[in-house]
């Protein structure tokens, strides 16, 4: 007899398999999708071991397969587990991240009469609970969740429990329906020769016309067409085409139609730059690693313009020619067009695209289509690590430093940096994380071997120059009597720009138009209603915003704690940025990207294609504007203020800072003429500024290094963030105080002196969507170990190496 480890979709499975018997007449594979029997419920899950003997006495059947393919390789299967390890997270979640989309199948509540009530219990029911009774007999099964709307979360539980009790009500449990399904289509091709298909539809014609239009139209275009078009064409009803088929004239048949994101673009094919002599000297490095055993992995530091992404394409093309593939990661979906038109030009029709922006049919056929090795290369964002491309032999992170690889909302809070490295060692593939501004610990890996190092320190432009950077003193200009949001300097840039007939960025990493609503009678501030948070004014809709829960309410003429009329509006935003510029220079065109004006499936591609069209003058955003995009056009970057994050009480702030500054700055002099970079401050003389200014990295990098190795921050030791939210503020901080004194216990039993606690304290953000947040954060050698036994309530969340502490 066999047995299968399986990982189960259940929050109560955590880090463990369960095993299962096999039965007789079931074939298995490590990597195959199963249904099994997890209590009283029948669950999905994955294999991830095979054995002639169970790890307990007593096992159950497996029900059945859902797929008979592996979802998930040898290879994927150990990537799970470590993952699972690494950020302590279920292991069915981890495996989850690899699984195709809209596999995963939730257990949904449901709620029907009892058709034996008892007129006793219907006698005594509150108002209430007759209310909620009626609901039911009128709508019949119903979803929990539906309930809730209507009653809200916790009183409609506590309604349904009294009336389940009362044998009034009763509460099932089913899996929810499928989501995404191969998409296909009828189509209708000729059963006949061409010439019979003419004879036929002539002899038709009398008294079948209809039919002889579909068949001729078929024997005209001599290649299979869809029904529904075919019919359209020739004016005919669907009947018609079946009854030709039926003759054994034509041939109908369903036909999968994949849904591809690529179908609409047409890229030209492009002809590969000439490489500078630091570019060749990289990729003769990286080529040398291709086919040795053990891990490559390289740090391509190329400052903004040098010609980075050249060098992934080229690495690509000789990885293809070994008869391997690829995958590149770039962190925001706003670059994704650009780095999908550079790779899809040089390997045409061999690119897939996977990120959330598409339709979940779109990916779906994606991930298959990768899987059954119809792509040489994949781009997408963080998500594009975990795709199923085979043959493997090539990982490229773009903007390797940048914050958006680390996923922070959901488990597995994986760092897809890290997820890659370890992806490349599991798998033999060569690794290439690039950047102008690396992160602190890649680049301190790379001074200690365990990345190899490759500069490129020259643009491959104007003769490799970078932008002029101008500081402005933001309280000189307040002295001078310049109380604009733009500097002298500024200003005249921007005539300047305009008058030339080049492209100006105005950057500000701050959405909406004031950043809070204020008294000036009493000083109250509006905020949100859930949050601990002022609410931002957004201009477009006169509305008040949260930025973390998304509640808004209009802006009241009046102030809501003394009645006054003196409300003010406080801060600026890039609504507001926007408004000035179009009273300032009425003349340019303008466009603004940030979050707010990118809702839409295309809304990124469409205000990069418009600005490259040169269909606008000054583009104003915010840090979507700063992440490798190549606009030649533009040749002045404005920093509206450089302090917005800097003073944020995290560890990694002035890193932060150097590094959108040094972004932004890169955008500027990409084409054929010089740039110039204006940025404007309170705190010029800041380091993390000053760094930026000189363009010089390593200045910034000696002094993060320095700060960190004295306080044992990462990468001296990692880091872990405990994080307790409940609607209660007391019991918040009692909980948070009662695990710290339990962490203090097992870490006095374990004997780890070096591993040091901070907190129990509120969050930055103290309070979202009406719970309150405690966090503790663990430092040492290996936090994870320490927390992985560690047993903790509901209301808790663990993020091992937190890409930050707000």
């Known amino acids: ?337 650009q780095t999908i038109c550079c790779f899809a030009s040089r390997f045409p029709r ?38 199923p491309q085979p043959d493997l032999g090539l990982i490229v992170i773009d903007e390797e430093h940048e914050w958006a690889y680390k996923q922070q909302d959901q488990s597995p809070r994986y760092q897809a940096r890290e997820v890659a490295l370890k992806l490349g060692e599991l798998s033999g593939a060569v690794v290439i994380l690039g950047s102008a501004t690396p992160d602190v610990e890649s680049f301190y890996r790379a001074q200690t071997g365990k990345l190899e190092l490759l500069p490129l320190p020259q643009r491959v432009t104007q003769e490799g120059h970078l932008p002029e950077i101008e500081v402005v003193d933001l309280r000189q200009e307040l002295k001078a009597g310049n109380r604009s949001i733009f500097s002298r300097s500024l200003s005249r840039a921007i005539e300047k720009t305009l008058a030339a007939g080049e492209q100006t960025i105005l950057f500000l990493n701050r959405r909406g138009a004031a950043t809070s609503v204020q008294c000036r009678n009493c000083g109250f501030v509006l905020k949100c209603r859930r949050c601990d948070l002022p609410l931002t004014y957004h201009a477009v809709g006169e509305e008040l915003v949260c930025h973390q829960c998304n509640w808004r309410r209009k802006v009241p003429m009046v102030c809501p704690e003394c009645s006054s009329l003196q409300i003010r509006f406080l801060g600026v935003g890039t609504q507001k940025v926007e408004q000035e510029v179009a009273r300032l220079f009425s003349q340019a065109r303008l466009m603004r990207w940030d979050r707010d004006t990118t809702s839409g499936k295309h809304s990124h591609e469409e205000i990069l294609s418009k600005f490259l069209n040169h269909e606008a003058d000054i583009l104003i955003g915010t840090q979507m504007i700063a992440k490798g995009l190549d606009l030649p056009l533009v040749t002045l970057v404005g920093v509206i203020s450089a302090d917005t994050s800097l003073y944020l009480p995290d560890l990694r702030a002035g890193e932060r800072t150097f590094q959108l500054l040094s972004q932004v700055v890169g955008r500027a002099g990409r084409g054929q003429w010089p740039g110039k970079v204006i940025i404007q401050t309170y705190t010029p003389e800041h380091y993390a500024i000053s760094a930026a200014a000189k363009h010089d990295y390593a200045a910034l990098y000696q002094r993060e290094i320095n700060y960190r190795r004295e306080y044992d921050n990462p990468p001296f030791g990692r880091l872990a963030c405990l994080r307790y939210a409940h609607p209660n503020a007391t019991q918040c901080q009692r909980e948070a105080e009662r695990v710290l004194h339990q962490l203090e216990q097992e870490i006095d039993r374990r004997g780890m002196p070096n591993t040091a606690l901070i907190g129990p304290s509120p969050v930055f953000i103290s309070k979202v969507r009406g719970k309150f947040r405690w966090q503790i954060i663990v430092r040492g050698a290996d936090p994870a170990c320490l927390l992985a036994k560690l047993p903790l309530p509901s209301g808790w969340t663990v993020d091992i190496d937190p890409i930050s502490l707000l």
């Open 1 to 337: 007899m066999s047995y299968a480890e399986v990982a189960v979709n259940s929050p109560i499975a955590q880090r463990q398999t369960f095993s299962y018997t096999i039965p007789p007449e079931m074939s298995l594979t490590i990597g195959q999708a199963v249904w099994v029997p997890f209590g009283a419920k029948v669950l999905q899950g994955v294999v991830l071991g095979l054995s002639d003997y169970p790890a307990v006495e007593e096992t159950r059947e497996i029900a059945g397969v859902i797929d008979p393919r592996p979802m998930l390789s040898a290879i994927q299967v150990k990537l799970a587990y470590w993952i699972s390890e690494h950020y302590l997270a279920s292991l069915f979640d981890a495996a989850a991240l690899m699984l195709p989309p809209g596999f995963e199948r939730r257990l949904l509540t449901f709620f029907y009469p009892s058709p034996d009530a008892s007129e006793i219990a219907l006698a005594s029911l509150t108002l209430e609970q007759s209310k909620a009774l009626n609901f039911l007999r009128k709508k019949g099964k119903i979803a929990q969740k539906d309930i809730e709307k209507g009653w809200g979360k916790r009183r409609a539980r506590q309604i349904l429990t009294q009336l389940c009790r009362k044998g009034l009500v009763v509460e099932v449990q089913e899996l929810e329906g499928v989501k995404v399904r191969p998409k296909s289509t009828y189509e209708a091709s000729l059963a006949i020769d061409v010439e019979q298909a003419k004879q036929e539809a002539k002899h038709l014609l009398p008294r079948a016309p209809k039919q002889a239009a579909l068949l001729k139209l078929l024997a005209d275009k001599l290649e299979p067409i869809p029904v529904s078009q075919a019919t359209r064409y020739a004016q005919c009803s669907l009947a018609a085409a079946w009854t030709l088929e039926k003759k054994g004239l034509i041939s109908i048949e369903r036909v999968r139609v994949p849904r591809d994101p690529l179908l609409a673009h047409t890229f030209s094919p492009s002809t590969p730059p000439i490489p500078t002599p630091s570019q060749e000297e990289a990729l003769r490095r990286i080529q040398a690693c291709f086919g040795q055993n053990g891990t490559s992995s390289f740090l391509l530091h190329g400052i903004t313009g040098s010609g980075k992404t050249e060098v992934y394409l080229r690495a690509l093309e000789f990885a293809i020619a070994l008869g391997k593939r690829g995958i590149a990661l770039v962190p925001e979906i706003a670059l994704t067009p």
């Open 350 to 387: 061999q690119v897939a695209v996977f990120h959330s922006k598409l339709s979940l049919g779109e990916q779906f056929d994606q991930w298959q289509g990768i899987r059954d090795g119809d792509f040489k290369v994949v781009v997408g964002s963080r998500g594009a690590i975990f795709a």
